[in-house]
């Protein structure tokens, strides 16, 4: 059987696959904490659940429009409007199965073969494979530890040339937790006022789960703002992940091009989940600010957790739910039975002897480093790092 070449293109996301080894040993019997995939353990709140059984007894069950209903537009331009200050109007926007997908369509519609985006390291493993499937070349701009994992307008600017078309970045950050704050959003804007042919994807899905302050949008730059398309959505917020609702804003050129892409992949979104996501997005927060307040508190014991674990260094994340340390002091080691020589070798490793689900620094583009998730209980998390800090105590 030939398959076509677009699979040889991209990979598997290392999130899904750790979560699925994880759950094949919980299948034989192996009690597995999983500290890999970022999903919020909470449930979605009641009011948002309530809108919709209402909605599926108002019979709102037949095809939607591609772009999404024109109230669940007008609500998102609300959001914008109440939590960014930033004014948008229904023609700029689109909502989409998942953020995925909103971060699929743009790329395909901003990206040719040929052409050079951006993305600073760490990146959120989706990143970088659809700029492969787009046949486009990513251009990895590494940043450290040290350096709050930001990219610094000097290196931004190095990263620029002729062919760039797209600067694709996440803040907070999936998986450092890095948070751009308006001074740093102005030094990166004051270099793309050089460059018109570079846009801005500004993926802002964790925008809630912020530990240091407000969250500040790159499009408050109202000279920049028609290049910008900021990607958000309802599942890390509003623990809303199997509902699948995506949305972008942007201008209406780039909103149609997604549009056109969208209604030959999937068409509409769910009829369903967009009416819910009509009260999710206009009414109450305070179940979300309730969920981010449980996260402090497992950030900052995390944080406590990691201390005691000897060669680990570690960044405190400003928002987000990840930890994402260097762990690079046990490369070379051994247990006797297996050697550590990489990211993947030691998330595989707390894995199969610490039976701790984590996901590999290579796949976000930071080989020295893995992610933690600390989207689980408080319990789960310290009977997680108790077998973390065995296990890597083994290691010599």
Not at 315 to 328: H, N, R
Not at 372 to 386: G, M, Q, Y
Request: glycine letters at 6%; one cysteine or more.
């Amino acid at each position: 059987m030939q398959l076509s070449s677009i699979l040889q293109r991209f990979n598997e996301p290392e999130t899904l696959k750790m979560a699925k080894l994880g759950r094949e040993l919980r299948a034989k019997g192996i009690d597995v904490i999983d500290l890999s995939l970022g999903e919020p353990d909470f449930d979605t709140p009641q009011h948002i659940k309530d809108a919709a059984i209402k909605a599926i007894n108002d019979n709102w069950s037949h095809y939607t429009p591609v772009a999404g209903f024109p109230d669940l537009k007008e609500a998102i331009c609300t959001k914008f409007k109440r939590d960014n200050n930033l004014d948008y109007k229904p023609e700029n926007i689109v909502a989409s199965t998942g953020a995925k997908q909103s971060l699929a369509n743009a790329i395909l519609a901003l990206a040719d073969e040929g052409d050079e985006v951006i993305i600073p390291t760490p990146y959120w493993v989706t990143y970088s494979e659809l700029v492969k499937i787009a046949k486009a070349k990513v251009v990895e701009v590494h940043t450290s530890l040290e350096s709050g994992f930001k990219i610094t307008p000097a290196q931004l600017e190095a990263a620029i040339t002729a062919k760039t078309t797209v600067f694709l970045f996440s803040s907070p950050c999936n998986p450092s937790g890095a948070v751009y704050s308006k001074a740093e959003l102005e030094g990166l804007a004051g270099v793309f006022r050089k460059y018109p042919h570079v846009t801005i994807l500004s993926d802002e899905i964790y925008e809630y789960i912020n530990f240091v302050g407000k969250h500040e949008s790159i499009a408050q730059f109202a000279d920049l703002k028609d290049r910008i398309v900021i990607i958000n959505g309802l599942s890390k917020g509003f623990a809303m992940t199997g509902w699948r609702l995506g949305y972008i804003a942007a201008h209406p050129d780039i909103a149609k091009a997604c549009e056109k892409l969208q209604g030959q992949f999937t068409s509409g979104t769910n009829s369903i989940t967009q009416k819910a996501a009509v009260v999710a997005l206009t009414t109450d927060l305070k179940p979300s600010l309730e969920m981010v307040e449980e996260f402090t508190r497992r950030r900052a014991r995390v944080l406590e957790l990691i201390k005691g674990v000897p060669g680990i260094k570690c960044f405190e994340p400003e928002g987000a739910f990840y930890i994402f340390p260097d762990v690079s002091y046990y490369y070379g080691k051994s247990d006797g039975e297996t050697t550590v020589e990489n990211s993947a070798d030691f998330s595989m490793y707390l894995l199969n002897k610490a039976h701790v689900s984590s996901v590999m620094g290579d796949a976000f583009g930071e080989p020295r480093c893995v992610r933690f998730s600390f989207a689980n209980s408080l319990p789960n998390i310290e009977r997680a790092w108790v077998r973390i800090k065995d296990a890597l105590a083994k290691l010599k």
